[in-house]
């Protein structure tokens, strides 16, 4: 959602704001501001657009400072406008907020009866007056009587007009990450800000206040004690990223997941068997387990759709599949011997993060499958396994999703063995086929050039659909929400056997549908129903696996995979539905990497 910087230090802060912003965009991008101390006082500069906008319009004065604090805005209250864009200013407090306050309202009745009203419709302009309400020249006690009152998701950094050179921050389940260079302090909403000057950074503890100011961080809780904050290491750098000479981040993160599988998968192999232990998973937490809930969002959700499957497949154990934002409206039957997974890239979406702390509530085991080191949704799990997929910046998920994959075939072999349901000798096999996949997809990458014709074929299509049985069932839902996302085609993924069942209604010529029948034991029943809706007149598109013996009558396209195990497909597919989206979306001249209403970390409810 947005993006948050703060800065202080001895080099130009303006740069370390914009050129932070610039890299936060893809968080949130309807508009941006930065303020920032000069000689003469604090200065705001604001913008409707991207970044870009706002360092233009910065370019024009050349005030110099050295403390700042900037945003970019993913509008939750309050249309997209000058006014309603961060930094906010009230009395002697100017602020930027992540995070949504929910008693805005109330908390705005009372400073009306005070005489005070908001200039913008936000809710983080109330924050600002309250905490100006209580400031007396001391920012912590502000700030802590302010924070009392505030309901609701917050990452704040805030600076008062009368104590220049410092930045306060405090959060309440949004993240922030800071740390403290020979050039400064710096803190943001995530790493990919903060990674030109540190790979060394820590995680601001919930509801703890950081005092940044040039030499050094201090942070202390509610009660003033002083804490050392856990220092956390990322092993990727800048260039990680940065496009690297792709036409978009989505296209660079397609051809990252090779690497990215390879880092997920490797380190948890040893003697040919998976194993946790340097993730600090001990069998005992697969041991008592007699029933799985997955719980996340979107993509992530996705992913779960195969871990059930091959969960369930190899070991008999039955697993349900949450989306996170249900979860916890169902009264969900939970107790000491489910293991609930959470899912999750960025370890910070709300409702993921909201099932993950129910479900510990409830008594459940839990274990995180995530890729943003010290996130919310890992530190609060029990366990925590980490994808190595590096950055992701395209708000769309492509090698987050295959490495989700890949852990989670990895748990799905791993509990299997520790229940008995397979050999150590079946373990292994499996092992050597989940090997092969960084260079399976690998193969895969080179179909670009048989999907990018298609894509451009689909360029004026309204609306399609993605069929599919088992896994390939899982990623129809996968492929449907790529498509969505980047392209805007409405798409919807079906269970091919349930098309007949009223839907298969909407079928007709010009419908198209992208049939999945990568799965040899449901191949006839595909072919089945990729002739009722050929016969409908749809224009279909199929992917099959290497040996399927296809009548050329029955499609208009077939992409055929590389040989693998039916199980291992969808590692294959997966390439497949990336592309086709990604090249629908370039060939209907999109933003592929940001498109509109959607951010790449959800916070909110
Ligand atoms: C789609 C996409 C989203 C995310 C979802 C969960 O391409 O990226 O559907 O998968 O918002 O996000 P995380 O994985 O960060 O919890």
């Known amino acids: 959602m947005c993006g948050i910087i703060g800065f202080t230090g001895n080099i130009n802060a303006k740069e370390v704001l914009l050129q932070g912003l610039k890299a936060l965009e893809y968080r949130g991008y309807d508009s941006a501001g930065i303020s920032f101390f000069t000689e003469t006082g604090l200065k705001t500069i604001k913008a409707v657009g991207k970044v870009a906008g706002l360092a233009e319009k910065a370019a024009m004065s050349d005030d110099c400072t050295k403390c700042g604090i ?3 805005r993913w509008a939750t209250h309050g249309g997209v406008s000058e006014v309603n864009c961060h930094p906010h200013h009230f009395g002697k407090v100017t602020l930027i907020h992540n995070g949504i306050i929910e008693n805005y309202k109330e908390l705005q009745e009372e400073l009306a009866s005070e005489g005070k009203e908001p200039v913008s419709q936000t809710d983080s302009e109330i924050a600002a007056m309250v905490i100006d309400s209580y400031y007396k020249a001391d920012p912590v006690s502000a700030i802590k009587k302010a924070v009392k009152k505030l309901r609701g998701a917050y990452a704040f950094c805030i600076m008062f007009e009368d104590h220049p050179g410092s930045i306060y921050a405090i959060r309440n389940g949004s993240p922030l990450v800071a740390t403290n260079t020979g050039a400064g302090s710096i803190i943001a909403s995530d790493m990919v800000a903060l990674i030109k000057y540190s790979k ?15 030499g050094s961080i201090n942070i202390t809780d509610l009660d003033h004690n002083e804490i050392e904050p856990d220092m956390l290491h990322v092993n990727w750098d800048m260039a990680a990223a940065r496009k690297g000479g792709y036409e978009y981040f989505m296209l660079k993160e397609i051809h990252e997941q090779p690497e990215a599988l390879r880092n997920t998968i490797s380190p948890r192999i040893k003697d040919g068997m998976p194993d946790f232990s340097e993730d600090g998973i001990d069998d005992s937490l697969f041991a008592d387990i007699n029933r799985i809930i997955i719980a996340a969002c979107g993509t992530a959700m996705h992913a779960g ?8 497949k190899l070991s008999r154990v039955p697993v349900s599949v949450d989306i996170a934002s249900e979860f916890r409206y169902q009264d969900p039957v939970i107790d000491e011997k489910t293991l609930v997974i959470t899912i999750s890239q960025s370890g910070e979406t709300a409702d993921t993060l909201a099932a993950l702390r129910l479900a510990k509530e409830r008594g459940a085991k839990t274990l995180s499958i995530v890729n943003v080191k ?8 029990d366990y925590v396994l980490y994808t190595h997929a590096g950055p992701e910046i395209a708000v769309a998920s492509t090698k987050a999703y295959t490495v989700q994959l890949a852990a989670m075939y990895l748990v799905s072999f791993r509990f299997a063995y520790i229940k008995e349901k397979i050999s150590g000798k079946k373990t292994k096999e499996l092992i050597k086929e989940l090997e092969k996949m960084p260079g399976f997809v690998e193969k895969m990458l080179s179909c670009d050039k048989a999907i990018e014709p298609i894509s451009n074929k689909l360029l004026k299509t309204e609306s399609l659909f993605f069929i599919g049985r088992g896994l390939d069932y899982a990623l129809s839902c996968e492929g449907s929400i790529k498509l969505k996302e980047i392209s805007y085609i409405h798409s919807e993924a079906y269970a091919a056997g349930e098309l007949k069942h009223g839907t298969i209604s909407l079928i007709t010529d010009n419908v198209p549908v992208i049939a999945l029948a990568t799965q040899e034991d449901v191949f006839a029943k595909m072919i089945s129903n990729i002739r009722e809706v050929r016969s409908r007149g749809a224009k279909v598109i199929m992917i099959a696996g290497a040996d399927a013996q296809v009548d050329a009558s029955l499609c ?5 995979l590389p040989p693998v195990n039916d199980v291992f497909a969808p590692f294959g597919a997966a390439i497949v539905l990336q592309y086709i989206a990604y090249y629908t979306a370039v060939a209907r001249g999109l933003n592929v990497d940001q498109p509109r209403n959607l951010a790449k970390s959800v916070t909110v409810e």
């Open 70 to 72: 900037g945003h970019t």
């Open 200 to 214: 060394d950074y820590f995680v601001l503890p919930e509801h703890h206040i950081a005092h940044l100011t040039e």
């Open 305 to 312: 759709l195969i871990g059930k499957n091959m969960i369930e």
């Open 374 to 381: 010290g996130s919310s949704i890992a530190r609060e799990s």
């Open 556 to 560: 208009d396209h077939l992409i055929t």
